[in-house]
């Protein structure tokens, strides 16, 4: 059992005589107390979708939750549904749009990489590869000359995100998106 500050986010824990899903952690360390940081973190009930905020003291040990991740490759959206088929068996994964919001907008035809997190059996979240290659569909026509480290513009790509690329950048290239800091990284490999 490890303690509450080894804890990550996309973590899956029993709390509550359920299993949730971390998403969001925040460390604060409070002044004039004789203790350590307090960590509060947003989970998510993996079968109800209900939201809970609890704060932990960093040395409170929490229960890891038995899971498993599979790699998959996006199939289709089926309504407010993503379907994502399993790389080995092909068996279908059906996640709710709300509970990926973070992770859909670098999910396309191309994406590789991602894991469809399971617990019994059933598909409860998705982990994102740490960079996805994404094409840029809108942006300003790019600047001849212009350096690496010169200013930025917006870019619209190929899912909807809106990220700040170098000025180099034009539309119809593919790029690398940092996906935990949603940023610019380079050009895409070709």
Do not use: C
């Amino acid at each position: 059992m490890p303690k509450a500050s080894d804890v990550k986010k996309n973590t899956a824990i029993e709390f509550n005589d359920g299993v949730y899903i971390i998403r969001d952690i925040e460390r604060s360390v409070p002044q004039g107390r004789a203790g350590g940081s307090l960590y509060r973190m947003r989970m998510y009930d993996v079968v109800s979708g209900l939201k809970v905020d609890h704060t932990f003291k960093d040395s409170d040990m929490v229960t890891l939750a038995d899971l498993i991740r599979r790699k998959v490759m996006f199939s289709y959206i089926d309504g407010d549904e993503y379907v994502f088929m399993d790389d080995e068996d092909y068996t279908p994964y059906n996640l709710n749009k709300d509970s990926i919001a973070d992770q859909v907008m670098f999910v396309d035809e191309n994406t590789q990489g991602m894991q469809a997190i399971l617990i019994d059996g059933n598909a409860v979240g998705l982990d994102m590869p740490a960079s996805v290659e994404l094409e840029v569909v809108e942006t300003d026509p790019s600047i001849k000359g212009a350096s690496a480290t010169s200013r930025t513009k917006p870019a619209i790509l190929s899912t909807g995100i809106s990220i700040q690329v170098p000025e180099y950048i034009s539309a119809g290239e593919r790029i690398k998106i940092n996906t935990e800091e949603r940023k610019f990284i380079s050009r895409a490999d070709k």
